[in-house]
């Protein structure tokens, strides 16, 4: 799921104070109303990739919705996602757009990270693709399977195979990036691999749309492959009231989204870098959860919509895995008061 960018922010929006100034007394007028208006704004870096889901935040920065807040915000696009999880434990952001997995291993590696709102989840944008020698998951046994170890396509799979009495010790994992598994099942080097958007269209419009197909997608594990918004512990606690009109510019992004979907199409598109025929396409790949729904992430219950039900998956993995020696409590991994607030 998700290509991202190097730290690198996306175009700034223009400066409160980068205006001609009348002369004499307008000038020092204007200098001082314009100084308290900047005194009253807050600057705030969130740490995203290039990822569809995320198209409500590229349509607020674009818009500037975050200004009646009184907020500055930058977007800053790395090229791994795996990068930002430092970043906000540094302070170089303030936040950051991560993949729940990502949380539950910085959290069970003791930083204090926490959701603060759930973005999306992967609906059908996440997939594991076969060939037609493959007719069910369960034709995966011996098979060669491309994907990223420890990522989300490997959550999916490992999903896949558990919910079909199948573990990694019956299929031959081949490691490899998404964007490189449309190539090597074009080629014939593999029968099945897991990718996302945009790959996973590369690979179903291959030989006519007739060569592969999906077999087990993100649609048969709703919220398995979910995005966040994340800031650490201390963040919270200095920054409530900013948080807050993040939060609210997001969910003004997404009605915006819903009234004028050509528009934000086209607005997504220049951030990603895609038509905006394309955005529309990929938008059918994800859920962008709205607001009413938002506090159900953070219940408890047996649906993988639950961050308690995800989050259990994904910790077993981890563990299983080495990458974790303890599954943390769920409860360590959110803050859902700002959810709860604006949700009532």
């Not at 790959?199 to 995005?227: E, T």
């Not at 025929?277 to 649906?303: H, R, T």
């Amino acid at each position: 799921m998700k290509l991202a960018g190097l730290f690198s922010p996306s175009a700034a929006s223009p400066s409160v104070l980068g205006r001609l100034l009348k002369p004499a007394l307008g000038a020092a007028l204007s200098l001082a109303a314009a100084t308290t208006f900047a005194q009253g704004v807050t600057s705030m870096k969130i740490a995203t990739v290039v990822w569809i889901g995320y198209g409500p935040f590229y349509v607020a920065e674009s818009l500037d919705l975050f200004k009646k807040y009184n907020l500055k915000v930058s977007l800053q696009v790395f090229t791994d996602p795996a990068l930002i999880p430092p970043a906000i434990a540094s302070g170089a952001v303030d936040g950051g757009m991560l993949t729940y997995d990502q949380v539950v291993g910085q959290v069970a590696a003791g930083k204090a990270m926490k959701v603060v709102m759930p973005i999306d989840y992967s609906n059908g944008g996440d997939a594991i693709v076969a060939d037609a020698s493959v007719k069910s998951v369960k034709d995966f046994k011996g098979k060669k399977i491309g994907y990223n170890p420890l990522s989300p396509s490997d959550f999916l799979l490992s999903y896949a195979l558990k919910v079909h009495g199948l573990g990694e010790k019956d299929i031959s994992p081949v490691s490899m990036t998404p964007e490189a598994v449309p190539a090597a099942m074009a080629s014939g080097q593999l029968p099945v691999g897991v990718t996302y958007e945009p790959s996973l269209s590369q690979i179903l419009s291959q030989g006519g749309g007739n060569k592969f197909k999906v077999v087990f997608s993100s649609k048969d594990a709703p919220g398995l492959i979910a995005d966040v918004l994340v800031f650490d512990d201390k963040v919270i606690k200095a920054k409530p009231a900013p948080i807050n009109g993040i939060i609210k510019a997001y969910l003004d992004g997404l009605a915006y989204m819903k009234a004028k979907p050509d528009d934000a199409a086209k607005i997504i598109g220049k951030f990603m870098g895609i038509p905006p025929a394309e955005v529309k396409d990929q938008l059918s790949g994800v859920y962008n959860i709205p607001l009413a729904e938002m506090p159900k992430a953070f219940l408890p219950a047996k649906e993988t919509t639950s961050y308690y039900a995800s989050g259990e998956v994904i910790g077993e993995l981890l563990k299983a895995k080495g990458q974790i020696s303890k599954v943390p409590a769920t409860e360590a991994t959110m803050d859902p008061s700002f959810v709860k607030a604006l949700a009532k």
